[in-house]
T-cell receptor
């Protein structure tokens, strides 16, 4: 099956710094990637949808200037948490689809962000 | 907007016992329905999906789910649970192919030996 990786798997940073998380589709071209956020013992909440070469579409309540998403190629999307604060600490998961008519999202293993 | 309800936050079953995890959805048209499993600190793995056709869907690891339009449900079942099935299970609904998903709050399954 299609494989999606995320890097790093775990990151700890100081408050006020920025953190970049990478999401890669390893064996397929991902026309669309999704970024989710998961708080402990809670469900996944969609943050944004990104299509290769275009601006990301953010869900209501998600600050686009704080969570910068770039989908510069068909195999890579990045999420940058700018000026991170402790409340940004969470588990961030990306997913990718293989094409406009794909019927399945393939999920990455997630990135645990801890902001001190 | 679509929504998903998983009424059971936590379920405990004995190994070898049968399992049913409940999922109810709200959507105006025929939804795309999914069940995912998540092990601690891991991403999500697709168990099965329903788009159309036969309302009883077979998935991986011996799981199956039945779509019941009249009840707006998509319950997940397994005849005999294994200790390795202990994990978090999420039901999700999408409105089309390659579309964003709305997840339920999840059901944590604990398996006793």
């Amino acid at each position: 099956g299609a494989v999606v990786s995320q890097h790093p798997s775990r990151v700890i940073c100081k408050s006020g710094t920025s953190v970049k998380i990478e999401c890669r589709s390893l064996d397929f071209q991902a026309t669309t990637m999704f970024w989710y956020r998961q708080f402990p013992k809670q469900s996944l909440m969609l943050m944004a949808t990104s299509n290769e070469g275009s601006k990301a579409t953010y869900e209501q309540g998600v600050e686009k200037d704080k969570f910068l998403i770039n989908h510069a190629s068909l195999t890579l999307s990045t999420l940058t948490v700018t000026s991170a604060h402790p409340e940004d600490s969470s588990f961030y998961i990306c997913s990718a689809t293989q094409g406009a008519f794909s019927d399945e999202q393939f999920f990455g293993p997630g990135t645990r962000l801890t902001v001190l | 907007a679509q929504s998903v309800t998983q009424p059971d936050i936590h379920i405990t079953v004995s190994e070898g016992a049968s399992l049913e995890l409940r999922c109810n959805y709200s959507y105006g048209a025929t939804p795309y329905l999914f069940w995912y499993v998540q092990s601690p600190g891991q991403g999500l793995q697709l168990l099965l999906k329903y788009f159309s056709g036969d309302t009883l869907v077979q998935g991986i690891k011996g799981f199956e789910a039945e779509f019941k339009r009249s009840q707006s449900s998509f319950n997940l079942r397994k005849p005999s649970v294994h200790w390795s099935d202990a994990a978090e299970y999420f039901c999700a609904v999408g409105v089309g192919t390659a579309s964003k998903l709305t997840f339920g709050t999840g059901t944590r399954l604990q398996v006793t030996l």
